[in-house]
């Protein structure tokens, strides 16, 4: 199983990016997807979560920029970043918890994906 990230990139304060978190190999089932991001000199941080069922969960300080959703079908979530900020700047990362194919339902997986860089600057 892996998780990869992309969709990173450089944007001008007050843009947007859609970063994508796709997981692939022998997967039963993904129980809960979630996005972090690590600025330099600082701690990697939660932004957002969802689970399968497509309840949300937001760091307070990125209810109403970002939004977190997935495509379970796809195996697949998404992170809609607006009103983009310089200190948004970070190395984005997206985690899964995944039950791969031959684990009972009951036991998950941690899995990160590699970052992705987002860059804010004019």
């Known amino acids: 199983v892996q998780l990869q990230a992309f969709g990173g990139g450089l944007v001008q304060p007050g843009g947007y990016l859609r970063l994508s978190c796709a997981a692939s190999?022998?997967?039963?089932?993904?129980?809960?997807m979630g996005w972090y991001r690590q600025a330099p000199g600082n701690e990697r941080e939660l932004v957002a979560t969802?689970?399968?069922?497509?309840?949300?969960d937001y760091v307070d300080s990125e209810k109403g920029r970002f939004t977190i959703s997935r495509d379970n079908a796809k195996n697949a979530a998404y992170l809609q970043t607006n009103s983009l900020k310089p200190e948004d700047t970070a190395v984005y990362s997206c985690?899964?918890?995944?039950?791969?194919?031959?684990?009972?339902?009951?036991?998950?997986?941690?899995?990160w994906g590699q970052g992705t860089l987002v860059t804010v600057s004019s």
């Open positions: 985690n899964a918890e995944i039950t791969p194919s031959g684990y009972i339902l009951s036991r998950t997986v941690n899995y």
């Open positions: 190999g022998s997967i039963r089932r993904i129980r809960l």
């Open positions: 969802i689970n399968s069922g497509g309840s949300t």
